[in-house]
């Protein structure tokens, strides 16, 4: 008789299923994940049910990739209930590890993110303006959607996750090593530590060239073709390389694309926003002329940071649930 297999699980809450994508994308070595693991819950690939999980004995999963923040009442009965089944629980990707994208609707209260999605979003066909509801009732009996969480949460926000991985999604390299390390049975890091990811800055990894140059102002991708081996916050582009933890191979710089921060700020311990603001302050010279006023000043600084039309977005893209800002429950329309 053969040994059983540990269970592998991976789960999606609020998510784009963009994680799955990138489980998908370690491609033939997911036969090396086959070989180790009994992959066994997965709702984008396979048919388990809910009501099989919860048959299983607690602890009875080995480990759990929970991708997606928490949105719904539905998922936050899967976070713990998957807390329960699992010896391992890890945050998996940016949204389940600091609320990711899903956590910018924190700005806004349940009607206004309800309203933009299903009345004004531009390209909308919905002439009878039908908002879903919580229950509804057709010829075959009673439909209902499980209800919103007052504002989005991180998965740590609910229950305790033994590890992140950050990355939106993390990179399959990435995915691939901490599935390797776990299944060869090798001592883990201290529950709470990052996995799949560098302690070092993006920056480290990026082939750009830093010329110790600072720009005048802020540019949006759309205004400039960068040179192709300057690193791109000294030529203007809104770049957060040099804050955000690496691990992706510079994936975005090496593309000239600026990086956007998706691993999460290299400090910890640091206010994500803040350190992505002050890193983006620190590269630009407005420039300065003796005896300018304080108005003139302030209209330079407002050009120079005029390449960022979107703060919050842009400050805060993955990680707007683990802020200050986080705990506000009213909204705050424009
Ligand atoms: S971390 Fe990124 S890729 Fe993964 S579910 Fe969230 S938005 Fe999608
Ligand atoms: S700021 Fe961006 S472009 Fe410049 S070196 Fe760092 S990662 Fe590369
Ligand atoms: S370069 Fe930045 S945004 Fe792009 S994958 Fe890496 S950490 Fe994420």
Redesign the pocket.
Known sequence: MTAQKPKLAMYWAASCGGCEIALANIHEAILEVDAHFDFMFCPCLLDTKKKDIEALPDGAIFLTLFNGALRTEENLEMARLLRRKSQLLVAFGSCAATGGIPSLANQHGIEHVLETAFLNAPGLDNPERLIPGESCTVPDGELSLPPFLQRVLALHDAVAADYSMPGCPPEPEQILAVVRHVASGAPLPPTGSLLGCSAR???DE?P?E?RNRLAPRLLRPFEAVPADDW????QG?A????STRGGCQ?LC?ATAM??TGCYGPLDRDSDPGATALSTLAAALDPGSAPGQDEGSLHAGLRAALAGVPDPLGTFYRYTLAETVLADRATEVEP
């Open positions: 800055a993006v920056c990026c750009r830093k690193c791109l916050l000294e582009f770049c957060l390389g040099t510079a710089p600026p990086c």
